[in-house]
């Protein structure tokens, strides 16, 4: 994940969509204790930030350095590089040691983990037996663009990354292995939309960020064609202001087994 995103940390801190504050209450409701949260792949920080004003102080991790050092500063979040060969007891360490955290979210990230390594973090930092996970991805399935989308995914699948392979099936597929807590459960996770408001550009612009653009930019490939673009123009309207998008948006929300 490091490699595809350094070179485009900078855009994608500017033009990847925010995440509602209405989620970050939500979790945060949901844990009895308000005390460290950790935001697993942080990238530049979008979700730390939401879910800082909710908990004491927020640790934010990333493989990347490039993507950290475009992330917004803030009082009570904590920036880490942790490299691929961090072993586990270091990350259990950086994280302050076994059963320390409340809240554990990863926004749009867990499908590029080592799964099997994450979890087992996972299951030795959260707290027993409230402790909470929340895992979530969203969609360029938007319903205003259907056809451009269309379009725009059968352009995608050379590039595709296969560690994409979970947020592609809207993390259905994704292996869970949580206790529900009523927000989605393994093979099944709950459906919420994400509206933001953007221009005809700064739609491009996000778009530009997914991996299989920047994978398919250094092969010199421009995956949006005249006739993408002309398409998605006739379905985007007016292309000078801005429109309300809805990305569909998929949730796994558990706590550890008994």
Do not use: C
Not at 88 to 104: K, R, T
Not at 148 to 162: G, N, S, T, W
Not at 190 to 209: A, C, R
Request: glycine share 6%; no cysteine.
């Amino acid at each position: 994940m490091a490699g595809l995103y350094d070179k485009k940390a900078e855009q994608y801190a500017q033009r990847r969509p925010k995440y509602p504050k209405e989620w970050f209450s939500m979790l945060a409701s949901l844990t009895p204790e308000h005390k460290v949260a950790w935001d697993a792949g942080t990238g530049s920080g979008q979700a730390a930030l939401g879910i800082a004003e909710h908990y004491d102080q927020v640790i934010a991790t990333d493989v990347s350095a490039a993507q950290l050092e475009h992330a917004a500063p803030h009082p009570k979040v904590r920036y880490l590089h942790t490299p691929i060969s961090t072993s586990e007891d270091e990350f259990v360490a950086m994280l302050g040691g076994d059963n320390s955290i409340d809240l554990i979210i990863s926004a749009t990230a867990v499908h590029w983990f080592d799964l099997p390594f994450f979890y087992s973090v996972v299951n030795r930092v959260l707290k027993k037996p409230h402790g909470i996970i929340a895992v979530w991805t969203y969609s360029y399935d938007i319903p205003i663009l259907k056809n451009a989308m269309k379009m725009v995914f059968e352009a995608m699948l050379p590039y595709r990354d296969p560690r994409t392979f979970h947020a592609f099936e809207k993390y259905k597929k994704l292996p869970f292995p949580f206790e529900s807590v009523g927000y989605g459960s393994e093979g099944s996770p709950m459906e919420l939309d994400m509206e933001v408001e953007m221009t005809f550009d700064e739609f491009i612009g996000s778009l530009k960020t997914g991996s299989p653009f920047v994978k398919a930019k250094e092969q010199g490939v421009e995956l949006l064609s005249d006739e993408i673009l002309k398409e998605m123009k006739r379905e985007w309207g007016d292309s000078t202001g801005s429109r309300k998008l809805v990305y569909l948006t998929y949730m796994l929300v558990g706590k550890p087994k008994s």
